[in-house]
T-cell receptor, first 112, second 108 residues
Framework: SAVISQKPSRDICQRGTSLTIQCQVD?????MFWYRQQPGQSLTLIAT?????????ESGFVIDKFPISRPNLTFSTLTVSNMSPEDSSIYLC?????????FGQGTRLTVV | AQRVTQPEKLLSVFKGAPVELKCNYS??????LFWYVQYSRQRLQLLLR??SRESIKGFTADLNKGETSFHLKKPFAQEEDSAMYYC??????????FGAGTQVVVTP
């Protein structure tokens, strides 16, 4: 299993600013995943973060908007840049262990 | 392209009644399918996976490749089953494609 600590748990931000979300895992994992859950919607994968290489982004997501860092095997950050109200969502960090996905508690972001 | 479809956004059932959550998928290879659940104020967690062929909290799900379905069933719903349920499909790299989710409300 894996225990994930994600912070902040929520934030209210001004449009045009950036927010960095942190994800800490209690064990070493090869890949970490970042998901977005827009209001009333399901989870959508933003990118896969590997240690030592650039993140791999899904269609519709770009590095300039969602830069990701993965400095070691237990930590990753996702930045939401130049925010607009459309970025208001829950952002979730996830890892896989034993073919089971484990999730952080999520970061509820509101952009005003 | 892979896709997961959950046609019901909301399922309201009485305690003790059977409940079935529908999930259909499209995938070009051999799919690995899961049901994840999110109880109120808790994080998303695994309920069951098709390869385990197990029953968790009274829930079962059978992969039907002919109908490309992975419906979740429980013969007697309990109030603690009220939650959001997501059907998900995994590729070989561990990335998950989620369905839209079904909110289950079990009323006494």
């Amino acid at each position: 299993s894996a225990v994930i600590s994600q912070k902040p748990s929520r934030d209210i931000c001004q449009r045009g600013t950036s927010l960095t979300i942190q994800c800490q895992v209690d064990s070493q994992v090869t890949m970490m995943f970042w998901y977005r859950q827009q209001p009333g919607q399901s989870l959508t994968l933003i990118a896969t973060a590997n240690q030592g290489s650039e993140a791999t982004y899904e269609s519709g997501f770009v590095i300039d908007k969602f830069p990701i860092s993965r400095p070691n095997l237990t930590f990753s950050t996702l930045t939401v840049s130049n925010m607009s109200p459309e970025d208001s969502s829950i952002y979730l960090c996830s890892v896989e262990s034993g073919r089971e996905a484990f999730f952080g508690q999520g970061t509820r972001l509101t952009v005003v | 392209a892979q896709r997961v479809t959950q046609p019901e956004k909301l399922l309201s059932v009485f305690k003790g009644a059977p409940v079935e959550l529908k999930c259909n998928y499209s995938y070009s290879g051999s799919p690995e399918l899961f049901w994840y659940v999110q109880y109120s104020r808790q994080r998303l967690q695994l309920l069951l996976r098709h390869i385990s062929r197990e029953s968790i909290k009274g829930f079962t799900a059978d992969l039907n490749k002919g109908e490309t379905s992975f419906h979740l069933k429980k013969p007697f719903a309990q109030e603690e089953d009220s939650a959001m349920y997501y059907c998900a499909l995994s590729d070989s790299w561990g990335k998950l494609q989620f369905g839209a989710g079904t909110q289950v409300v079990v009323t006494p």
